[in-house]
Every structure is written in C-alpha cells, then in structure tokens.
C-alpha cells in the first residue's frame, strides 16, 4: 500500500528565505509525482509534476526533486514571497487513485 | 486548453435533504475524473472514480453515490444528508492517471 508523508506539517519563515519542503512516499514503484498548492477554501493547483524518469522540475522560483530509489522529493522555494504561503501537498498515482500527503502549511511572514 | 468546472462553491444544506454537487471538464475527451472530500487539517480521501460514461467506482462505503452522465460530467448525489457529510468536496480529472486537475472545490454544511 502507498502511502506518502509531508514534513513539516507546518513552516513559518521570513520573506525572502529559501525552504525545503519534503514528501516521501513507501512504494518507490511509481509512474511520476505532482505538487499542488492549495489556497485555504480553495481547490488544488498543480504546480509541477515529475515524472518517474527525471530528477527534478522546475517551475520559476520552485525546483522540484525526485529521488524514487529512498521513496523522497523535495520542493524547493527560493526567495520566498508572503505570497507563497499556503498549504503545499505531494501526490502520487495508485491504482485509479492519487494517494496525498496531509500537507505542509507554509507561512511566509514579510 | 482544458478546464473544470464545479458547483456550487458553498452549500448549507439540513440534515435530510438532497445532495447534487456537478463538475465539469472543457477542452478533452474521456478523461477519467474524481470525487475527493477534504475533512478539515486531513488529507484527500478519495470517493469516487470513473474512466468512462457510466463507470463509476467507489473507494469507501458511504451514503453518497455519483454519476456520469456525459463523457465531461461528472455529479456528487446523495438522497438524504448526514451531518458527517460536511466537508470539503473537490472534483478532478486526469488524462489516463498522470498529471491531475482540480476544481475549485464545495463546502458543504450539513445543519
């Protein structure tokens, strides 16, 4: 069974820090892996998805890694902005489901 | 390009009464599309999937059911509401389970 986890569950910083923000997940034997960013009472935007042959995407500030091997990605978020924060989940294809994490709520404080 | 749509944003709705939450999909063809519920400083418990017209699957025993309608269209339904059906109800769709879109999501209420 999959199952993925965030740390932290929540990060507050300064403007202007760059961050990490981990995901791992059990079964290494996946097709890719998606960030989303989620506005509170909002849906999910997805912001990079990797797929299961890369190593890392980058989006603008954001560089995602992926290492399927130890079961981990990192996002990455480079001179971060007030507003970045939001709560920032992983995700990865099981079956006909994506199995989430619980989310890392990030607040950048200017 | 492709887009969804889900309605309504919010809902209150008494305990007893119906349930119809719609999504749809612009801009593709056979996507497969989801139900999730999002329960307040949880993660996204899937409910229900569907690959095709008529092909509806579902994850966890529950007192709602879904539809499909039309390839793009996808419906959330209950007969009669729990008060344990208040949450957060986002819709999404995905080409063949690779990269996954999502609504904008409904609050629901159940009073």
């Known amino acids: 069974k999959q199952e993925v986890t965030q740390i932290p569950a929540a990060l507050s910083v300064p403007e202007g820090e760059n961050l990490v923000l981990n995901c791992s997940f059990t079964d290494s034997a996946i097709y890719n892996l998606q960030w989303f960013r989620q506005d509170p009472g909002k849906g999910l935007t997805s912001l990079l998805l990797i797929q299961s042959s890369q190593r890392e995407q980058t989006s603008g500030r954001l560089n995602a890694s992926l290492d399927k091997s130890s079961g981990r990605s990192t996002l990455y978020i480079a001179a971060s902005q007030p507003g970045d924060s939001a709560t920032y989940l992983c995700?990865?294809?099981?079956?006909?489901?994506?199995?989430f994490g619980a989310g890392t709520r990030l607040t950048v404080k200017p | 390009s492709q887009t969804i749509h889900q309605w309504p944003a919010t809902l209150v709705q008494p305990v007893g009464s119906p349930l119809s939450l719609e999504c749809t999909v612009e801009g593709t063809s056979n996507p497969n599309l989801y139900w999730y519920r999002q329960a307040a400083g949880r993660g996204l418990q899937l409910l229900f999937y569907s690959v095709g017209i008529g092909q509806i699957s579902s994850e966890v025993p529950q007192n709602l059911s879904a539809s499909r309608p039309q390839d793009r269209q996808f419906i959330l339904s209950s007969k009669k509401l729990l008060l344990s059906d208040s949450g957060f109800y986002l819709c999404?769709?995905?080409?063949?389970?690779?990269?996954?879109?999502f609504g904008q999501g409904t609050r629901l209420t159940v009073v």
């Open positions: 995700a990865v294809p099981w079956n006909n489901d994506m199995r």
């Open positions: 999404a769709w995905s080409p063949e389970n690779t990269e996954a879109f």
